[in-house]
């Protein structure tokens, strides 16, 4: 069955750029919408983007300046990048897709991964 | 601020029915018929249990139902259970340019 993992940096300096990666396994990430969400301390949900197999991307206007999705078909792995990074971009963040090829909800999970913004 | 409202806390006790409420305009829930619900327990990630308004996912138990009315969708949870008591989160579609959005959560106490 497909599993969903985040990797990468706990900890980002303000001003700097976040980098995680989300590796797929048990399937490939040649097809369906690859996305991620975080979820701040305490807080709710939010999308932040997605890849689409056919090279198309999609973001959340409110992070669309900062955001790139990208993925690495060799190694089943897609990655998120948010660049000027500060303390409110401190979350869990989350890798997901929709098994079903709808990119509206996620069926799919990885565990997620904290990441602090702090100097 | 969540772009679609839901209530801060819901209880019940084990075997009581509740229901979850997410409210959002026409440009979202009401709109189209993606709406989607998650469960998520403390640490662990969310987890699908309805999507497209009353879809339930395979091994999602059928004391979960879903339905919608004009802009404010609902999940309703049938002989509540211990296992139950967890944060709740509806997601649509939407027509701006977010594409995805969240309710802000509803806390499920099982008394």
């Known amino acids: 069955q497909v599993q969903l993992q985040e990797s990468g940096p706990g900890l980002v300096k303000p001003s700097e750029t976040l980098s995680l990666t989300c590796t797929v396994s048990?399937?490939?990430?040649?097809?369906?919408?690859w996305s991620w969400i975080r979820q701040p301390p305490g807080k709710g949900l939010e999308w932040i983007g997605y890849?689409?197999?056919?090279?198309?991307?999609n973001y959340n206007p409110s992070l669309k300046s900062r955001v790139t999705i990208s993925v690495d078909t060799s190694k089943n792995q897609f990655s998120l990048k948010l660049s000027s990074v500060t303390a409110a971009d401190t979350a869990v963040y989350y890798c997901a897709t929709g098994q079903s090829g709808d990119y509206w909800y996620f069926d799919l999970w990885g565990r997620g991964t904290l990441v602090t913004v702090t100097s | 601020q969540s772009a679609l409202t839901q209530s801060a806390s819901v209880s019940g006790s084990p075997g009581q029915s509740i229901t979850i409420s997410c409210t959002g305009t026409?440009?979202?829930?009401?709109?189209?018929?993606?709406v989607s619900w998650y469960q998520q327990h403390p640490g662990k990630a969310p987890k699908l249990m309805m999507y497209?308004?009353?879809n339930r996912p395979s091994g999602v138990s059928t004391r979960f139902s879903g339905s919608k009315s004009g802009n404010t969708a609902s999940l309703t949870i049938s002989g509540l259970q211990a296992e139950d008591d967890a944060d709740y989160y509806c997601?649509?579609?939407?027509?701006?340019?977010?594409?995805?959005?969240f309710g802000g959560g509803t806390k499920v106490t099982v008394l």
């Open positions: 890849f689409y197999s056919s090279g198309n991307t």
């Open positions: 048990g399937g490939s990430i040649s097809s369906y919408f």
């Open positions: 026409s440009s979202d829930v009401g709109g189209y018929n993606y």
């Open positions: 997601s649509s579609y939407t027509s701006g340019s977010t594409l995805v959005v």
């Open positions: 497209d308004v009353s």
